[in-house]
């Protein structure tokens, strides 16, 4: 007779394991939220390099309509030196998106 010590012993274990599976289960539970969070931000990162590329490609056209207008006076300064800033707006914009993909991959 133990005195009821292997049933602590295997009651003891019993609860070691169950607490082992339900960390197992936070892990991996875990794991799966991290791996959607990064899957979800490369898709946005994707989508932005997509929008940056539109605005700059409407950027660079917007510049040149301006600057022909500005070369045959119908355009002001003002209006040049606008589409110029329009422009390196949406190249940074679109490099920073290029940055946030890269990340993400």
Known sequence: ????????EVEKAKTVKSRTLEMKEQVKKG????????YYFLLEAKRRIELAESSRKSAEEALRIVEKRYKNGISTITELL???TFL?????EYVSA???YKKAV
């Open 82 to 84: 606008d589409a110029q």
């Open 1 to 8: 007779f133990s005195g009821g010590i292997r049933f602590k």
């Open 88 to 92: 390196n707006k949406a190249r940074t």
């Open 31 to 38: 794991i799966m939220f991290e791996v959607s969070r990064a």
């Open 98 to 100: 290029l940055a946030d």
